[in-house]
């Protein structure tokens, strides 16, 4: 199974400044999910990061908030901008297993973002 | 939109006794997946569960789908401390996007030595 490393592991950030992301995965991956969860809910899908395009973005969610890069199959980053209390929540990526949809996903340990 | 609702949402047992969480559903599905998080860390696939199957077993765990009932019950036997956590059922959306997971709620578990 993918073994996904996310960095950094947690932050404290002043509001209105802007925080990136990594995701490294051991294995090449033609998609990588990001999902924020915040305190004590459960998972939604901010955005799907496509090697060699644009990244998919969910309802609710905007490119000019949360900008994606995916240079390769194995790496993506996700940046929160203009960071508000709102935005303290956990960020994950995660992968398909074999890279194949409707699969186990597999998941970073999170990135855990407080906004003072 | 599809998003499964999970039953109950927080359990507290004794070490040793059995947990069992449910999730139900609204449209029909190929499969059904079910996932822990402990606290403060990232998701662990537990089982996926298709719709041809009626139940899975993986160690302690037992997983049912129903999908006449549109319902999918999680079991943990013999329940650890360890097994403190949220548990969360995931499927696909109701409206294509296959690639895509939607999590329910989920189930907060509490194990007590």
């Known amino acids: 199974?993918?073994?996904?490393?996310?960095?950094?592991?947690?932050?404290?950030?002043?509001?209105?400044?802007?925080?990136?992301?990594?995701?490294?995965?051991?294995?090449?991956?033609?998609?990588?999910?990001?999902?924020?969860?915040?305190?004590?809910?459960?998972?939604?899908l901010i955005a799907t990061a496509n090697q060699g395009s644009e990244a998919t973005y969910e309802s609710g969610f905007v490119i000019d908030k949360f900008p994606i890069s995916r240079p390769n199959l194995t790496f993506s980053t996700l940046t929160v901008s203009n960071m508000s209390p709102e935005d303290s929540s956990i960020?994950?990526?995660?992968?398909?297993?074999?890279?194949r949809p409707n699969q186990p996903q597999h998941f970073g340990d999170g990135t855990r973002l407080s906004i003072l | 939109s599809q998003q499964g609702e999970e039953d109950p949402q927080a359990l507290s047992i004794q070490e040793g006794e059995n947990a069992t969480m449910n999730c139900s559903y609204k449209t029909s599905i190929n499969n059904l997946q079910w996932y822990r998080q402990n606290s403060g860390r990232g998701l662990v696939h537990l089982i996926l569960i298709r719709s041809n199957e009626r139940e899975k077993h993986s160690g302690r765990l037992r997983?049912?789908?129903?999908t006449s009932k549109k319902s999918s019950s999680l079991l943990i036997t013999a329940s650890r401390a360890a097994d403190t956590a949220s548990y969360f059922c995931a499927l696909p959306p109701s409206q294509g996007g296959s690639e895509k997971l939607v999590?329910?709620?989920?189930?907060?578990?509490?194990?007590?030595p």
Request: charged share 15%; glycine share 8%.
């Open chain 2, 103 to 112: 999590f329910g709620k989920g189930t907060k578990l509490t194990v007590n």
């Open chain 1, 91 to 99: 960020y994950l990526c995660s992968v398909w297993e074999g890279s």
């Open chain 2, 63 to 66: 997983v049912t789908l129903d």
């Open chain 1, 1 to 44: 199974s993918a073994v996904i490393s996310q960095k950094p592991s947690r932050d404290i950030c002043q509001r209105g400044t802007s925080l990136t992301i990594q995701c490294q995965v051991d294995s090449q991956v033609t998609m990588m999910f990001w999902y924020r969860q915040q305190p004590g809910q459960s998972l939604t």
